[in-house]
């Protein structure tokens, strides 16, 4: 395991991933096929989502164990790359 030290992360650690897209059908497959390609262990229960008040939009949260600052950064880098993809935080 990497102890690796990137400023307030230490890893390994939890970590909560937010993606907002327009609520469409194929948001979540989207996301969640990135998000496969870096957390191919990606537990049960880790993903939750909610709509926005007028149905428009979806905000999706992922929670996961990160091993590196490299790994969140290409995540975010993927996700932003999708058209999907509205923002990630």
Known sequence: M?????????????????????????????????????????????????ESKEKKYLAMTVTFIATSQAQIDQIYTDLSASKEVIMAL
């Not at 939890?14 to 191919?40: C, D, I, W, Y």
């Open 2 to 50: 990497s102890t690796e030290d990137s400023g307030l992360l230490q890893f390994p650690c939890e970590f909560a991933l937010k993606v907002m897209g327009k609520n469409s059908t194929t948001f979540e497959a989207v996301v969640l096929a990135v998000l496969r390609q870096h957390l191919p262990d990606l537990r049960e229960g880790a993903v939750s989502l909610r």
